[in-house]
């Protein structure tokens, strides 16, 4: 089955800062990739995705960028606000079966 | 609010007791998929109904069982709970099945004593 990487586990940065968290997976057929945002307590909600025909996708402050021949995946967060602490996942898809990274805590200070 | 929605919010029992978690899907939305979330093991998927019949399969122990109704709601059952079962149970719908995005309703948690 796929197994999706992902780091850091805990990410601290200064509001404004840039935020980097990166995944890989193992399974070539994997053929979509989206980024959830989990508050304490609270659902996953999707932020952003990318599927595979695509190298690069942007949302505002969010950008998301994929390597498919070395199987990797970022999330980029830009001029980082408090409001983006929390626990983000990405995952990727296999026939409909999303397997997820074992999460990144970001914490932003103001 | 993401359009699904899970009842009971919170659930206590007792090992070896029998549960039944219920979910509906965004109006629309032919597939369903069920989630557990633990400390130790992070998200895990379980199974996957898409219009009433099981698609597909994960870490879904045999203790547990689910299906989707002709409309369209699940249910997931967990029986001879044990302490370990103890989670956030997260359902999540999409259109139909493949490259869809998952949308996830507010969970249910458990708590087995």
């Known amino acids: 089955g796929e197994n999706v990487e992902q780091h850091p586990s805990t990410l601290s940065v200064q509001e404004g800062d840039s935020a980097v968290i990166k995944c890989t997976y193992s399974d070539s057929a994997s053929n979509y990739f989206p980024w959830y945002k989990q508050e304490l307590g609270k659902r996953p909600q999707l932020i952003i995705d990318i599927r595979s025909n695509v190298g690069e996708k942007k949302d505002q402050r969010i950008a998301v960028t994929l390597n498919k021949t070395a199987k990797h995946f970022s999330l980029h967060i830009t001029e980082t606000q408090p409001e983006d602490s929390a626990v983000y996942f990405c995952a990727a898809n296999r026939y409909s079966t999303l397997t997820f990274g074992k999460g990144t805590m970001l914490l932003v200070s103001p | 609010d993401s359009g699904v929605t899970q009842t009971p919010k919170h659930l206590i029992t007792a090992t070896g007791q029998r549960v039944t978690l219920r979910c509906s899907p965004r109006?629309?939305?032919?597939?369903v998929y069920w989630y557990q979330q633990s400390l130790d093991q992070g998200l895990q998927f379980l199974i996957q109904y898409y219009n009433g019949e099981e698609r597909a399969k994960g870490n879904i122990l045999e203790r547990f069982s689910a299906q989707q109704f002709p409309d369209l709601h699940s249910e997931l059952n967990l029986s001879s709970l044990e302490l370990g079962d103890s989670a956030l149970y997260f359902c999540?719908?999409?259109?139909?099945?493949?490259?869809?995005?998952?949308?996830f309703g507010p969970g249910t948690r458990l708590l087995v004593l």
């Open positions: 999540a719908s999409s259109v139909a099945t493949g490259q869809e995005t998952q949308y």
């Open positions: 109006s629309g939305d032919l597939s």
